[in-house]
């Protein structure tokens, strides 16, 4: 069998190191060919993914496709999927996601609870829902990783705001952020992951690390797996689709965004679970039975992020000591140059103490530096 995947970053590559376990023709599409998943594939191809022909004369060359990153031509998909290639996740659900505006009307018309949200055109727009402030403004295509992303407090920071289309959305008083990971296969079988949970701790200055299962009581735990499965349930598309999730102040679950692929809060399950987020959509794509989701032991995730002041070719201070460490398992990307803020790698840590995951994440922040 052929598969292709759009997109050749750190997501692809994992999931092409999981592709080892079984038998599959791979393919890869990015236009840079030193990408992390480029030399991972059988067949590297260049071409751009938000352009139909590259998308679909690539498409035209594999039995099934899949993403590891929603902005790709789903036009062109759409007609893949017309002609017999299976797409994981249907375009109907890429479609749905990829834009922030149909994907909280997708919320509303589900009843999937998410914050209360108005779409804007313009800037000026925003002075009409002041009542709606403290708000988060999101550009509806193009942001990412935080970067279509402003926060209005208040009426001095409409400046702020995207001058395009554009969602408005209530702020949430945040106690927790949570994420799911949901598999679904073609017979529209389901496994759900538990729950991983983004640890903030301005003490510590941790901002950047997860942990799971997440430590909320059960609860909240059944709900934010019960919610997570209603949305790929009612997105009706096999696939994996990872589901960011707000605990707010009052214990209530909302929806923040779905992500319709392998998702970076997944990244400890190919040590932490029985059967890793990238092996499951292997198997959903490949048409096998799911596999074991539950935790083997708790697990922590350490981003390895290029340190500020530095860029060029990438240099890992610490790195032998980290290595040294039990239990703990580094996974750099491959990518050659690094810069402030780059993600690198990331660091898996397992402990069935929560206290020692998070003492071992704190000294692998300060022991594993990114230098040029
Ligand atoms: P991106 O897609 O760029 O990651 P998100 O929509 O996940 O952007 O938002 C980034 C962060 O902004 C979230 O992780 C959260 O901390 C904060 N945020 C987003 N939406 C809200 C909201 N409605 N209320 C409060 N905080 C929010």
């Known amino acids: 069998m052929k598969v292709g995947i759009l997109g050749g970053g750190q997501l692809g590559r994992m999931l092409l190191q999981a592709s080892a376990n079984y038998v599959v023709e791979t393919y890869v ?6 990408c992390p998943a480029a030399h991972l594939c059988h067949h ?17 060359k594999v039995d099934a496709l899949t993403i590891e990153i929603e902005s790709v031509n789903v036009e062109a998909l759409e007609k893949l999927e017309s002609e017999g290639i299976k797409i994981y996740p249907k375009p109907s659900a ?3 996601i990829k834009n922030k505006i149909r994907q909280k009307e997708f919320y509303q018309q589900h009843q999937i609870p998410s914050s209360d949200f108005v779409v804007t055109q313009n800037q000026n727009e925003l ?3 002041h009542h709606f402030f403290p708000a988060v403004h999101k550009l509806a295509e193009g942001g990412y990783d935080g970067k279509g992303v402003q926060i209005i407090k208040d009426k001095t920071h409409v400046s702020k705001g995207f001058d395009g289309h554009s969602v408005l959305e209530k702020m949430v008083n945040i106690k927790k952020e949570l994420a799911v990971i949901v598999a679904m296969n073609d017979k529209g079988e389901t496994a759900v992951y538990p729950p991983a949970e ?4 301005p003490v510590l200055n941790l901002l950047d690390y997860q942990v799971s299962p997440a430590q909320v009581p059960e609860k909240i735990y059944w709900r934010a797996e019960a919610i997570a499965l209603k949305v790929v349930k009612d997105l009706e598309s096999p696939g994996l689709f990872a589901i960011e999730l707000f605990i707010d102040e009052d214990d209530a679950v909302w929806v923040n965004e779905t992500a319709p692929r392998v998702h970076n809060s997944g990244h400890h399950t190919i040590e932490a679970n029985y059967c890793s987020q990238y ?8 048409q ?6 539950n935790a083997i032991l708790p697990s922590a995730i350490v981003n390895i992020i290029g340190e500020e002041g530095y860029s060029g070719n990438a240099k890992y201070e610490g790195l032998n000591e980290v290595l040294k460490m039990e239990n703990v ?3 750099l990307y491959g990518k050659a140059q690094t810069k402030p803020g780059r993600k690198m790698g990331h660091v898996t840590i397992l402990d069935k103490d929560y206290t020692q995951l998070v003492r071992s994440a704190h000294a692998i922040k300060k022991l594993l530096k990114v230098m040029a």
């Open 279 to 286: 092996d499951m959509l292997w198997r959903i794509m490949l």
């Open 329 to 331: 398992f580094v996974h």
């Open 29 to 34: 599409m990015e236009n840079d060919k030193h």
């Open 94 to 96: 890429i479609k749905i």
């Open 288 to 293: 096998f039975a799911l596999g074991n989701t």
């Open 127 to 129: 002075d009409d829902h």
């Open 44 to 60: 590297f191809v260049k071409g751009d993914i938000q352009n139909f022909d590259d998308v679909y004369n690539f498409g035209k």
């Open 198 to 201: 983004m640890v903030f701790d």
